[in-house]
């Protein structure tokens, strides 16, 4: 990312340690020193034809910085949400800065195969409060992916990249101009085949249909799309021809809403993080490992929002079963191994006390 540890880039940061793959570098703000990761975002050399009689427009840096300033102070603030913070221009890259909080990114954890549905219930529902806020807003944030994801050591799902993917649709449309193919071989250099970008439409549905490609791809371990180049991708994207969601469990009815390819029959972000939040509600202890899951109960008709078992807090206890309550006919009740040893020491003082008593009377 070339950037080493006691550099100031941006005129503001300065790099702390070696760049963490997924995670960015690891900075300190110089103006609050506050701990920020930092991701670059390469400036071509190109001049866009539509500017290169101007030599007074601005340069591909000023026209991102403004755009990610724009978008920053817009964001919300959510406790999903990774702030952004700010971008600037230096030589041949945009530094883009976000907040920086200990997590791995989840990215990495996929390299482990597929999540429990019931954890990827957990991340999703977290995921869908931040694209919340963000729409509430009035923003789209077209930058979910594994990538841009952290887990925290609670297991809370943070969402990043809002204003990095700010930048890089900026970037694209300024070196595409007012030619689509143009913006569309640029998105195709800089982003490649990764489905969660190439949504159909635009806003906020786009944001929720990413969602369900990345529940898939972590459910599954796979993309729910040919991924091996770009048009079959778009074909198949466009066409509403995805993998079959076997792998998903109990999760497969909501992300096939959430792919279906008309926006308007897809669930927005306030329906998804509900109806995640009813699957957990009667999700087993623990969670089971691997891409299936028990089938779950019908959902109780209940007032109020469920409550969702925090993370880490133990699961309640059940009251006894019949089988519980009583011992099984024929069979002595079965002695806790704790009262093992007091039990035997008093039966040998009795003894004792029996072989005394026993020698008075003889000796009498």
Same mark, same amino acid.
């Given at each position: 990312m070339r950037a080493a540890p006691g550099q100031v880039v941006a005129g503001r940061y300065r790099v702390t340690d070696r760049p963490d793959d997924g995670v960015g570098v690891p900075a300190v703000d110089g103006s609050s020193g506050a701990r920020v990761r930092l991701f670059g975002l390469e400036l071509p050399d190109l001049v866009a034809p539509d500017r290169a009689m101007d030599p007074a427009a601005p340069s591909y840096g000023q026209l991102l910085t403004a755009r990610v300033a724009q978008v920053a102070a817009a964001a919300p603030a959510h406790p999903r949400l990774l702030r952004g913070l700010a971008a600037g221009p230096e030589g041949e890259l945009l530094w883009v800065a976000e907040e920086s909080v200990s997590g791995v990114p989840l990215e990495r954890l996929m390299d482990d195969g597929p999540l429990s549905p019931y954890r990827v219930a957990e991340i999703g529902a977290d995921l869908a409060g931040a694209l919340r806020a963000v729409h509430d807003t009035g923003l789209t944030h077209g930058n979910v992916t594994a990538r841009t994801v952290l887990v925290c050591e609670d297991g809370a799902a943070m969402l990043g990249g809002l204003l990095l993917g700010a930048a890089e649709e900026e970037l694209c449309a300024a070196l595409g101009g007012e030619v689509p193919r143009r913006v569309y071989e640029t998105r195709a250099l800089m982003l490649g085949p990764l489905a969660e970008r190439w949504a159909i439409d635009a806003g906020a549905p786009a944001d929720t249909w990413a969602l369900g490609v990345l529940l898939y791809r972590l459910l599954t371990g796979h993309g729910p799309y040919p991924e091996h180049d770009l048009p079959t991708l778009l074909a198949a994207v466009r066409d509403g021809r995805h993998h079959r969601a076997d792998g998903c469990g109990p999760l497969r009815p909501l992300v096939e809403r959430l792919l279906r390819p008309d926006a308007e029959a897809r669930p927005d972000a306030v329906?998804?993080?509900?109806?995640? #939040?009813?699957?957990?509600?009667?999700?087993?202890? &623990?969670?089971?490992?691997?891409?299936? /899951? %028990?089938?779950?109960?019908? $959902? *109780?008709?209940?007032?109020?929002?469920?409550?969702?078992?925090? #993370?880490?807090?133990?699961?309640?206890?059940?009251? &006894?079963?019949?089988?519980?309550?009583? /011992? %099984?006919?024929?069979?002595? $009740? *079965?002695?806790?191994?704790?009262?093992?040893?007091?039990?035997?020491?008093?039966?040998?003082?009795?003894?004792?006390?029996?072989?005394?008593?026993?020698?008075?009377?003889?000796?009498?």
């Open positions: 329906a998804v993080q509900q109806e995640l #939040r009813e699957l957990l509600v009667f999700a087993p202890e &623990p969670y089971p490992d691997g891409p299936t /899951a %028990p089938p779950l109960p019908a $959902p *109780r008709t209940e007032t109020g929002p469920p409550a969702v078992r925090p #993370r880490g807090a133990r699961p309640r206890k059940r009251p &006894p079963t019949s089988r519980q309550k009583a /011992a %099984p006919a024929g069979r002595p $009740p *079965r002695i806790p191994a704790r009262m093992l040893g007091p039990l035997v020491l008093a039966a040998v003082l009795v003894l004792m006390a029996a072989a005394v008593a026993g020698i008075v009377l003889v000796a009498g």
